[in-house]
């Protein structure tokens, strides 16, 4: 059997950890769907992250799911805010149960980055006015650095209360029966926007040296591990690079990340980018550098890894995890394309019928 479709598991910091089939993970990627814009899941994000663990995923991350209203990316964004939220999201998990999936959700707040029309095609590009139901956003600095409008510098108290919601979502999650939880501070968003110094101008206790721009996160993280059982894996997911000039950097992660492992987080994606114009490099497996940098700062049996960023061949993930770069793969947008990506990655990696094939789809494996 291959590394990749392997069974592995997640380290927590009580009990055994959370089991996987594989160490494939589908990636939280925006949907833009939530047509009632109340934050609400509905049928679409049950057939698009249902299709996936059918599809033989090891774990199905959440698209980005806010904490509070005014943390969405775009008024379409889903969220956990509320016990309604609560009650949308179970069934859903319910359903990721029953294909054999772990189920896990990303909270994330927007920032300055929030508020702005859906990604979509034929969609307008910019900030949601008032009018068509947009909201002024907050970030840690009043700044046009992310090219919409500039948002309100927060206050320390609004920090604080942020803290708060993070830690409210945490145990919404868990009541919803999620089985890990990621905390997104990555991609230009709330957390990111605190860590690099294009988006944080303070001059308090929040911003200009390292320790300053990283205690948001930390606090978060604390906050977020309190709330969050300790036998379920918790989870960060970092813009290693920002491939900007004065950004912030992966020597910089590395020591976050053991900052924060240190308080309980113990599964780590790598991602880049978010926060000015990127200038960083492309091709397959361009991000597969930063997992490395982290996977080698951390105890292997207390920390797992996972690798992102236009990996989309078998042979390619499992050669990343063969040499120990990962112990993991996230897949984004080759499992859009393909939501059964982990049972044709069996096929091309030789490794025959596999236990994670929904009896459905058997025959997808014959050839």
Not at 91 to 107: M, T
Not at 270 to 281: E, K
Not at 283 to 296: D, F, K, T
């Amino acid at each position: 059997m291959s590394r990749l479709l392997s069974p592995v598991t997640l380290p927590s910091v009580e009990g055994g950890g959370l089991r996987l089939r594989n160490a494939t993970f589908l990636a939280p990627m925006c949907q833009y769907s939530v047509t009632r814009r109340d934050g609400l899941p509905t049928s679409w994000q049950l057939v698009h992250l249902g299709a996936r663990a059918s599809g033989g995923f090891g774990l199905v991350w959440t698209e980005a799911t806010a904490i509070v209203p005014e943390g969405r990316i775009s008024p379409e964004d889903t969220g956990i805010w509320s016990d309604e939220h609560t009650e949308a999201w179970r069934p859903i998990v319910d359903f990721l149960h029953e294909q054999g999936a772990a189920a896990g959700i990303q909270l994330g707040h927007a920032g300055g980055k929030a508020s702005a029309y859906p990604a979509l095609p034929e969609t307008a590009r910019g900030t949601v006015p008032a009018d068509e139901g947009g909201w002024s956003a907050q970030a840690p600095s009043s700044t046009d650095v992310f090219g919409l409008a500039v948002p309100a510098a927060l206050t320390v108290t609004q920090i604080s209360d942020l803290v708060t919601d993070w830690g409210r979502a945490a145990r919404r999650a868990d009541a919803a029966g999620f089985d890990a939880l990621q905390i997104h501070a990555a991609h230009g968003y709330l957390l990111h926007e605190f860590l690099s110094p294009l988006s944080n101008e303070r001059s308090d206790e929040y911003g200009g040296s390292f320790e300053n721009r990283t205690r948001f996160v930390l606090e978060v993280v604390a906050e977020v591990r309190r709330n969050w059982p300790a036998e379920k894996p918790l989870a960060i997911r970092f813009s290693g690079e920002d491939w900007v000039e004065g950004g912030w950097t992966i020597s910089e992660t590395v020591v976050l990340a053991q900052l924060v492992h240190a308080l309980g987080v113990t599964v780590f994606d790598l991602s880049s980018g978010g926060i000015g114009a990127f200038t960083g490099p492309v091709g397959p497996g361009y991000q597969v550098s930063l997992a490395r940098a982290v996977r080698e700062a951390l105890p292997a049996e207390t920390a797992f890894v996972t690798a992102v960023g236009q990996i989309t061949e078998a042979r390619h993930a499992e050669a990343i995890l063969v040499g120990g770069d990962a112990d993991g793969i996230t897949v984004g947008r080759a499992a859009l394309a393909n939501p059964n990506w982990p049972v044709h990655a069996a096929v091309q990696l030789g490794d025959g019928q596999v236990g994670f094939v929904a009896p459905q789809y058997w025959r997808a494996t014959m050839g």
